[in-house]
């Protein structure tokens, strides 16, 4: 099992910026991507960025260009950066670890969440 605490969300006005962390712990072998998924009232959770364990990283059209996704392999622990944020990324935003086996199954585990809220 993995457990993944997340921290930083909070409110901010349009243009401005927050930092998400999150922190995994348990079993942390096999990890392979982390990332951060969002989800607006009404809508469906949707992808904002994830990056590898080889540093290879995959951004939502939406952010490109203003969020900035990074890890520390030592504590496996995932960043967010948001610059020039707008009302539209205000959503629950949800870490994720993805372990992948050798064998090719994967298991997926998710925070519990972190409320960020752009004001115009």
């Known amino acids: 099992q993995v457990q993944l605490v997340e921290s930083g969300g909070g409110l901010v006005q349009s243009g401005g910026s927050l930092r998400l962390s999150c922190a995994a712990s348990g079993s942390l072998f096999s990890i392979n991507a982390m990332g951060w998924y969002r989800q607006a009232p009404g809508k469906r959770r949707e992808l904002v960025a994830t990056?590898?364990?080889?540093?290879?990283?995959n951004y939502a059209d939406s952010v490109q260009g203003r969020f900035t996704i990074s890890r520390t392999y030592a504590n496996y622990t995932v960043y967010l950066h948001m610059n020039n944020l707008k009302p539209e990324d205000t959503a629950v935003y949800y870490c994720?670890?993805?372990?992948?086996?050798?064998?090719?199954?994967?298991?997926?585990?998710w925070g519990q969440g972190t409320q960020v809220t752009v004001s115009s």
């Open positions: 994720n670890a993805e372990r992948l086996f050798t064998s090719g199954s994967r298991e997926n585990y």
């Open positions: 990056i590898t364990s080889v540093g290879i990283r």
